[in-house]
C-alpha cells in the first residue's frame, strides 16, 4: 500500500448520532397549558400580593418562551445544509438553549433582589390564595414535565426548555410550603424565602445551561471525551506512527465529530488503519463522523516536500525538531511510547 495512487486518504464516516425529532406535539401541548395558567397565575399573584406567585408566573412566562424557542430552533435544525453553512442551521437549537440560560440568569437576579427588598419590609400575604394557587401550579407544572419528558431530551434545546419547567415545579413546592407558613403562622417572611429559593434553583439551571452550550460554541471536546487519552488510544493501534492535528468538537449536542492527521509506518495499509481507527472511534466513543487524514512516513506528498514526522514540542536542535509536513500541527502531537501531551 506504500504506493498507492494518491498521498492522501481522507476517510469519512457520515452516520451522523442525529437524535430524533423530538415530537412537537408534546411541545406545544405543554406551551398551551403554561401560558393559560401563567395568566390566572398572575391576576391571583397581584390580588393575593404574593411575589412568590409573582415570581412563579414569571419563571412560567421564561418556560413558555423557552418552548417557543425550542420550536423554532427546531424546525431550523432541520433545513438541510446548503450554501455557506455546511452545517445546516442545527447550532440553532444550542442558540436557543444559550438564550434560556441567559433569561433563566437574568430572571434569577431580579427576583433576588425583589425577595431581599420584601424579606427587609414584607407586605401583608393571603396564604390561603397562595396556598391553592401553587398547588394548581404543582398540577400544570407535574403535566408539562410529563409532556416534555416525553420529548427527546438528548438535545440540549429541549433540556433547556425542560429545565424550566423542572425549576418552575421546584419552585411552585416551594411556594406552597411558604403558603401553608403564612396561613398557619402568619410569617409573612415565607413567602420572600420561598422566592429564594426558586432564585437558588434558577441559578443552577442557568448557569449549566450556558455553560454547556458555550462548550459547543467554542469547539470544547463533548463531556467524557479526553482528547489526549483518545490520541493515545489512536497512536497505539497498528502500524500507526504518529497522530496530530486532532480535533474534536460538537456539531449540536448528541453529534460529535473529529478529524485527525495520522502517519502510518512505511509499506502500512493506510486503508485498514482508516478503516480501524474509524471502528474504533465509533465503537468506542460514539464518533460517527470522523475524517481522517492518512499518509506513510516519508511519503512523496508533493515535488518540493517529504512527509516525515512532525517535530516534537520543546527545546532542542537534534534531529527530531528538523522542519517536516505539518510543522506547525494543531495541538499536541501523539507518538507511540512517553511523549509531552
Known sequence: MSEHAHSHGHGHSHAHGVSPDADRRWLRAALTLLTA?????????????????ISDAAHMLTDAVSIVLALIAMRLAARPARGGYTYGLKRAEILSAQANGITLLLLSVWLAYEAVERLISPPEVTGGLVLITALAGIVVNLICTWLLSRANRSSLNIEGAYQHILTDLFGFVAT???????????????????????????????TGLVRESGRIFMEAAPAGIDPDALGDHLVAADEVVEVHDLH????????PALSAH????PGGDCHKVRRTLQELLSGEY????????????????????????????????GPEQQPGHCEDAHGPVHRQGPHRH
Do not use: F, K, N
Not at 395568566?39 to 397581584?46: N, P, R, T
Not at 403558603?179 to 437558588?200: C, F, K, N, Q
Not at 474534536?248 to 453529534?255: D, E, H, P, R, V
Open 286 to 317: 460514539g464518533i460517527t463522523h470522523a475524517t481522517l487524514q492518512v499518509d506513510h512516513v516519508g511519503e512523496q506528498g508533493a515535488p518540493d516536500q517529504l512527509l516525515t514526522l512532525s517535530p516534537r514540542p520543546g527545546p532542542g536542535s
Open 37 to 53: 395558567y401563567m395568566a390566572v397565575e398572575v391576576v391571583i399573584g397581584v390580588v393575593a400580593q404574593s411575589l412568590a406567585l
Open 248 to 255: 474534536i468538537w460538537q456539531i449540536t449536542s448528541g453529534q
Open 176 to 206: 406552597a410550603v411558604a403558603g401553608l407558613i403564612v396561613l398557619t403562622t402568619g410569617y409573612e417572611r415565607a413567602d420572600a424565602i420561598a422566592s429564594l429559593v426558586v432564585v437558588a434553583l434558577m441559578l443552577r439551571a442557568g
Open 262 to 265: 495520522i502517519l502510518v509506518a
